[in-house]
């Protein structure tokens, strides 16, 4: 079984708008964390944001922030006021419980228009 | 300025050749990392370090080597045994924090292709 689905490959958003990105995940750990990449297309991966399992409240970095939702194992990535920059392929990520290496998904990439 | 370089950005070898990648960071992070990345694909784990002298095998080991003789440098060697190498190559780095988060930080990458 995948250990991080992103469903979505592509999607697009006019600019401004908000836009959701969709990120499940597999894991029996109770101690996980959960995270978000941005890689444009030079291929550096940034990293965006955190969620930690037992953080009560959904993480935010300015326009970004996480919809975790911890019984349906779901960390949905949501970009508020989209800009022309934001245009690049995203991943999730997560590291489990004795394991510092991180998991991906196999990314979704995010067009923005004008 | 503190961060990860990767050398070089673009590599070239002939099938039956061993490469060197460099990977260097001056951030005191403990851990080192090296990911694959296929067209299309998301990053898998090759080799990691948490400290100096001493790494582990992630999923997708064979055909490559690594060494961690200094806590700055964590070069991939990757051998005439690696079947398909060509691949974009994402070296990244750590530290252990108190709580969970540990957030690895990437350099910008070696794109490799075997000719």
């Known amino acids: 079984a995948q250990k991080i689905t992103q469903t979505q490959p592509g999607m697009f958003v006019q600019e401004k708008e908000a836009v959701t990105l969709d990120c499940t995940y597999d894991t029996s750990d109770q101690s996980y964390g959960l995270f978000w990449y941005k890689q444009p297309s030079s291929g550096e991966m940034i990293f965006l944001i955190y969620q930690g399992s037992y953080d009560e409240q959904n993480a935010t970095e300015g326009r970004y922030s996480l919809n975790f939702q911890k019984a349906r194992k779901s960390a949905n990535l949501v970009i508020s006021a989209s800009q022309l920059g934001d245009s690049a392929m995203y991943f999730c990520?997560?590291?489990?419980?004795?394991?510092?290496?991180?998991?991906f998904g196999s990314g979704t990439r995010l067009q923005v228009q004008p | 300025d503190g961060g990860i370089t990767q050398s070089p950005k673009y590599l070239f070898r002939k099938e039956g050749q061993n490469v060197t990648l460099s990977c260097e960071q001056n951030l005191n992070h403990d851990a080192m990392y090296w990911y694959r990345q296929d067209p299309g694909q998301g990053l898998r784990l090759i080799y990691y370090?948490?400290?100096?002298?001493?790494?582990q095998k992630g999923d997708i080991a064979e055909g490559y080597s690594v060494s961690r003789e200094k806590k700055e440098s964590f070069p991939l060697t990757v051998t005439s045994a690696q079947k398909n190498p060509t691949a974009f190559y994402l070296c990244a780095s750590s530290i252990r924090t108190s709580g969970r988060k540990d957030t690895q930080y990437f350099g910008p990458g070696t794109r490799l292709t075997v000719l």
């Open positions: 370090s948490q400290i100096v002298n001493d790494f």
């Open positions: 990520a997560m590291r489990e419980t004795g394991r510092r290496a991180l998991t």
